[in-house]
């Protein structure tokens, strides 16, 4: 029973194209986040996301534009892919800011290639 | 702007050796300190979590301490074994801006069998 599950878990693509990444989370929690990770395996936040309402958008390209249909969904969507994207994407999620507990369950991660 | 340091960056030791690894933090204004482990190629998985009232969690093997004022918390793994082999990374939630979490640079662990 995956916790937080993403897909594809490997994409890649040429540059200029526009793809999609899902998250899914059947933990019951209102806040979810999108995560870089970059080649010298730094976690950088990019948005986060609480009850279907963006909370943080770091400074992160316009081309990247989450979505959340509901509060078990946060997808991320970017266009125009440019080489620089490539990285591993995760996704996470918790219970919101003044709960208890607040851990963090992340994602398998999207290994993201552009040729 | 919070910035979260782990020292060593990679460490070695025998299988059975007890170690610790350190994290620390410039902004002690957190709420909370989670520590977890991330295998090559896969996701993070959740060892700890500490809430910033409390001063130690166990789990295991596994005892993270927190000192808050001072900005350091360390992961104590007991009698480390051959699976424990994989980046260590600690996150810090900030108690503004708390639907955030600020990652430190990790520890690659290797156990030696």
């Known amino acids: 029973d995956t916790a937080v599950s993403q897909t594809p878990k490997y994409l890649v693509t040429q540059m200029g194209n526009d793809k999609s990444i899902k998250c899914e989370q059947n933990l019951g929690h209102d806040t979810m986040y999108w995560y870089k990770q970059d080649s010298k395996k730094f976690l950088k936040i990019m948005f986060s996301?609480?009850?279907?309402?963006?909370?943080i958008n770091e400074t992160v390209p316009n081309r990247f534009s989450p979505k959340s249909p509901d509060k078990a969904h946060l997808n991320l969507h970017i266009n125009s892919l440019e080489l620089g994207d490539s990285a591993v994407y995760f996704c996470?999620?918790?219970?919101?800011?003044?709960?208890?507990?607040?851990?963090?369950?992340f994602g398998q991660g999207t290994r993201l290639t552009v040729v | 702007k919070q910035e979260v340091t782990q020292i060593p960056a990679a460490l070695s030791v025998p299988e059975g050796e007890n170690l610790v690894l350190n994290c620390s933090f410039t902004?002690?204004?957190?709420?909370?300190l989670q520590w977890f482990r991330q295998d090559p190629g896969k996701g993070l998985t959740s060892l700890l979590l500490?809430?910033?009232?409390?001063r130690e969690q166990t789990s295991g093997r596994l005892n993270a301490s927190l000192d808050k004022s001072s900005g350091r918390s360390t992961l104590y793994i007991a009698a480390s074994q051959p699976g424990d082999s994989a980046t260590y990374l600690c996150?810090?939630?900030?108690?503004?801006?708390?639907?955030?979490?600020?990652f430190g640079t990790g520890t690659r662990l290797t156990v030696i069998p």
């Open positions: 902004d002690s204004a957190i709420y909370n």
């Open positions: 996301y609480n009850n279907k309402e963006l909370i």
């Open positions: 996470a999620s918790s219970q919101g800011a003044g709960n208890m507990n607040t851990e963090a369950f």
């Open positions: 996150a810090v939630r900030p108690e503004t801006g708390a639907n955030n979490l600020f």
């Open positions: 500490i809430q910033s009232s409390q």
